[in-house]
């Protein structure tokens, strides 16, 4: 968990000073007035594969057996990140928007940038994470049912 938070500030922070050296805002002014639709329309897409992973599951314990206890958690685990990013997001925009806090330091806007910067990747990952269960899912019913066909079973 603190090397994924690791990683998102790196990414944040590397394209802050990208963003900074070719002097472009498009990134960051659509991501001002988008971050929080973007993140709400992950988590609806990331609610809906869930859904479809659950179901896979659930049809994969029953064919062959086994148990998926840590899987529950780690699907509301998900839900909640992406919750607390919403929330996040929320307050770096409200601190940024703020001339009390921009007049504290000169840098606050800096450090707001790199956080929803942050914030947006995480959001891309936690997605990618949850696609990529679904292939791995996939791999596992074609491996399952092939060693079923070659060991004669229907």
């Known amino acids: 968990m603190i090397k994924d938070i690791a990683l998102y500030l790196v990414i944040g922070i590397l394209a802050k000073l990208l963003i900074s050296f070719l002097h472009s805002a498009l ?4 991501l001002e ?3 929080i639709t973007i993140l709400i329309a992950l988590l609806a897409i990331n609610i809906t594969t869930m859904s479809v992973l659950l179901t896979k599951i659930n049809e994969l314990a029953e064919k062959f057996g086994g148990k998926f206890t840590r899987t529950i958690p780690s699907l509301k685990k998900s839900i909640y990140e ?3 990013l ?3 997001s929320c307050l770096i925009l409200v601190v940024k928007g703020s001339p009390v806090i ?3 330091s000169h840098w606050s806007v800096d450090i707001c940038d790199v ?5 947006f990747v995480a ?6 994470d949850t696609g990529k ?6 791999d596992f019913d074609k491996n399952a049912n092939e060693n079923k066909q070659s060991k004669g079973e229907k």
Request: charged content about 5%; proline content about 0%; aromatic content about 12%.
């Open 27 to 30: 990134l960051l002014t659509f």
């Open 33 to 35: 007035s988008n971050i």
């Open 82 to 84: 992406q919750l607390a």
């Open 86 to 88: 919403i929330v996040l």
């Open 102 to 104: 921009c007049k504290i």
């Open 115 to 119: 956080l929803l910067l942050s914030v």
């Open 123 to 128: 959001g891309i990952y936690i997605l990618y």
């Open 133 to 138: 269960s679904i292939f791995i899912l996939a």
